[in-house]
């Protein structure tokens, strides 16, 4: 274990000042520290990658494939450097360039889907298509199918005839009905989703993702878009894992660069400029549109900021 020590230390103090570490986790008996030994490790790279990671502040799946990527990049280089740190595809056995062969992969949609407002009902939605946003989200949540229908169907026809890409979030079985543009699903959501009839009915599919392992995850599926989040605090919904920061960002955004990708989570006028910064393509905003004080002149600000 000293050998995997001395590599993980030294991993750890070439990135200490990197935006990547975040503050551990004050850990509790009802939730105990991440366990990472050698049972799962094929490596002395694996192991140290990632004890290193959990010390900079990741969580316990995303560590073990920061592990795996440090073990492939030392290996593809032929020696181990601490001073990199994983980053490009090969790292993290993505294969980039497989899409157009691919059957699966869902339908494309743009790499830019620029301001991507996540709306809660069709009136919402109807208020954004006459602002002229490019992308738009229902995220209407109900228990009652009469409803939902009635609100998939409505956002549906607000979009008809206008340039604004309408996405439906969870309800996949109505999106297909409705035939909406496209459906947006988070990882929990993927299980109990037929993705195969999502993919045949020509629907685009984004999948959310929060840090490394679910980026890989996400992967499988081949999705026309990857959603990264929470960039920064948000308090719309309990977010399982702590905010990724700009510093990860940055990083995924990197790694992830050959999907179109949706930055998302507590962003604001004041902080898109910089999102849009890490390349991502579309950043999606929840309050920064329905509390501003006039929602058209906020899509249009934002969109500025963006470009800025
Ligand atoms: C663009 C975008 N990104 C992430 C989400 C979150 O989806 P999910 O994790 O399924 O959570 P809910 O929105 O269903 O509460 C999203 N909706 N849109
Ligand atoms: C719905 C949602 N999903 C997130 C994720 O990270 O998966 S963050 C989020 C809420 C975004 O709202 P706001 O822009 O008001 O912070
Ligand atoms: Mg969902």
């Not at 849009?276 to 309050?287: C, D, L, Q, W």
Request: charge should be neutral.
């Amino acid at each position: 274990m000293s050998l995997v020590r001395d590599l993980a230390d030294q991993i750890i103090s070439a990135h200490r000042n990197d935006d990547l570490c975040l503050p551990i986790p004050q850990y509790s008996i009802s939730s105990p520290p991440p366990r990472i030994d050698n049972e799962f490790a094929t490596d002395h790279y694996e192991l140290a990658g990632a004890l290193a990671a959990i010390e900079m502040g990741f969580i316990e799946s995303d560590a073990r494939t920061i592990g795996k990527a440090w073990s492939r990049m030392t290996i593809q280089d032929g020696g181990f450097n601490p001073f990199k740190w994983p980053s490009r595809p090969e790292h993290f056995d993505l294969l980039p360039w497989t899409r157009n062969m691919n059957p699966k992969a869902f339908k494309e949609c743009p790499k830019r889907l620029g301001l991507y407002g996540v709306m809660p009902d069709a009136d919402w939605v109807k208020r954004m298509v006459e602002a002229e946003i490019p992308t738009v989200q229902l995220r209407f949540k109900s228990e009652d199918r009469f409803k939902i229908r009635k609100q998939i169907k409505e956002a549906v026809k607000a979009t008809e005839g206008s340039k604004t890409l309408l996405f439906i979030n969870d309800y996949w079985e109505e999106a297909i009905d409705a035939e909406a543009y496209g459906v947006h699903l988070g990882q929990e959501d993927i299980e109990g989703a037929d993705l195969e009839q999502i993919r045949a009915a020509g629907l685009r599919l984004g999948l959310s993702t929060h840090g490394y392992a679910e980026m890989v995850y996400a992967d499988r599926f081949c999705p026309s878009y990857i959603a990264m989040g929470a960039v920064f605090p948000t308090n719309l919904k309990k977010m399982p894992t702590a905010p990724q920061g700009l510093g990860r960002l940055y990083q995924y955004a990197k790694l992830m660069s050959h999907y179109p990708l949706v930055a998302i989570g507590g962003i604001d006028q004041d902080s898109i400029h910089a999102v849009a910064k890490s390349g991502v393509g579309s950043i999606a905003v929840v309050r920064a549109i329905t509390q501003a004080k006039d929602p058209k002149a906020a899509v249009k600000h934002l969109q500025d900021l963006m470009r800025a």
